[in-house]
C-alpha cells in the first residue's frame, strides 16, 4: 500500500511539474499589449496630427525593445469612442521591456511633441492571451 501511495504522489509531483512548464512556455510566449488611445485638441491640424502619427511610427526603430507597432484610426459605426480617434498599439516581451519604454528618451522626446496636441488619452497594458 506504501509503495502505491509513494508511486501516486510521484505521478501526481510530475504532472504538477508538467504543467507548471506549460505555463511558463506559455507565458514566455505571450505578449504584452500596450493601447494608446488618443482625442487630439480641437485646434490640433491634420498636419499637427501627422507630424504626432509619424513620430510615434518612428519608435520603433529607436526603442528595439518594442515588438510590434501598429496604429490606425477610428471608423467604428457605434459612436461609442468618446472622442478617442487614434489607436497606437505596442507589443512588449516583457513588464520590464515596458517600463524602460515608458523612461526611455526617444519616448520622453515624443510625449513633448505629442503632448502639447493631447486633449484625451487612454492607456490599456494586458497580456496576450489566445
Known amino acids: 500500500m506504501k509503495k ?5 504522489f510521484i505521478v ?3 504532472i504538477q511539474a508538467i504543467m507548471a512548464q506549460t505555463a511558463t512556455d ?3 510566449k505571450a ?3 500596450h493601447v494608446v ?3 487630439y485638441k480641437d485646434q ?3 498636419a499637427d496630427v501627422k507630424k504626432i502619427d509619424q513620430a510615434f511610427r518612428e519608435l520603433p526603430a529607436k526603442i528595439k525593445l518594442i515588438k510590434d507597432f501598429e496604429f490606425g484610426v477610428n471608423n467604428s459605426p457605434e459612436n461609442l469612442n468618446q472622442g478617442l480617434t487614434h489607436c497606437y498599439f505596442l ?3 516583457s513588464v520590464k521591456d515596458r517600463d524602460a519604454y515608458l523612461v526611455h ?9 505629442a503632448g502639447p496636441h493631447i486633449d484625451k488619452v487612454t492607456v490599456v497594458d494586458y497580456w496576450q492571451h489566445k
Open 31 to 33: 505578449l504584452l499589449r
Open 26 to 28: 506559455k507565458n514566455a
Open 37 to 39: 488611445l488618443f482625442k
Open 105 to 113: 528618451p526617444a519616448h520622453k522626446a515624443f510625449t513633448d511633441i
Open 12 to 14: 501526481f509531483i510530475s
Open 4 to 8: 502505491i501511495l509513494f508511486f501516486s
Open 91 to 93: 507589443s512588449f516581451s
Open 44 to 46: 490640433s491640424t491634420a
